[in-house]
Structures are given as structure tokens and as C-alpha cells.
Nanobody, 118 residues
Framework: QVQLVESGGGLVQAGGSLRLSCAASGSTFSINAIGWYRQAPGKQRELVAVVTDGSTVYGDSVKGRFTISRDNAENTVSMQMNRLKPEDTAVYYC?????????????WGQGTQVTVSS
């Protein structure tokens, strides 16, 4: 299994920056993809940014503003969020997709709140 613990987040004014980090533990060698999703009140959870073995994918709304990075040696994934907007306000969740003997499954972190004031 893979366990995820997020840190970072908080309250920031529009135009500001925040950095989120996620530390993975457990069967980290089996992780195929790791990244961030977010969920705003009354909305579905959506992709923010994900790193796989061969590529990085960003949600359209954050392209050019957010940058995800993965440190395999430290088993962490971080996301630098710049030029934040009020619509970025959400709970941000770290997610890892990993292989098991029974197939691919996923783990979620507990979530961290990001609030952007206008």
C-alpha cells in the first residue's frame, strides 16, 4: 500500500503563491503516477497536475501558473502555485496510482485547504 501525507496550503491573496507538498510512504516503488486533484464546494473533484513515468499533465485552468515536480529519491511530489485566483480555492488532494499483485489501485491523502481571497 501507499500512504500519502500533504502539507502546505493556507490563505493567500489573489496573485500570490503557495507551495503544496506530498510525502509518500509504503510501496513507493510501485507508484505509476502521482499528483494533485482538487475539489471546490459543490463541484466535482478535478485533475490539477499529475506526473507519470514519462509525462506531466496539467488541468487547463492551471497551465502556465502551476508547476509540479517529483523527487523520487525523497518520495515526494510538490506543486508550486503562482498567480493564484479566487477560483483556485478548493481542498487539494494528493493521489497516487500504483501497481499491486491484483492490478492498479490508488491512494488519496487527507486533503489540504487552499483559500484565495479576492
Amino acid at each position: 500500500q501507499v500512504q500519502l501525507v500533504e502539507s502546505g496550503g493556507g490563505l493567500v491573496q489573489a496573485g500570490g503563491s503557495l507551495r503544496l507538498s506530498c510525502a509518500a510512504s509504503g510501496s513507493t516503488f510501485s507508484i505509476n503516477a502521482i499528483g494533485w486533484y482538487r475539489q471546490a464546494p459543490g463541484k466535482q473533484r478535478e485533475l490539477v497536475a499529475v506526473v507519470t513515468d514519462g509525462s506531466t499533465v496539467y488541468g487547463d485552468s492551471v497551465k502556465g501558473r502551476f508547476t509540479i515536480s517529483r523527487d523520487n529519491a525523497e518520495n515526494t511530489v510538490s506543486m508550486q502555485m503562482n498567480r493564484l485566483k479566487p477560483e483556485d480555492t478548493a481542498v487539494y488532494y494528493c493521489n497516487a496510482q500504483y501497481s499491486t499483485d491484483w492490478g492498479t489501485t490508488g491512494s488519496w491523502g487527507q486533503g489540504t485547504q487552499v483559500t484565495v481571497s479576492s
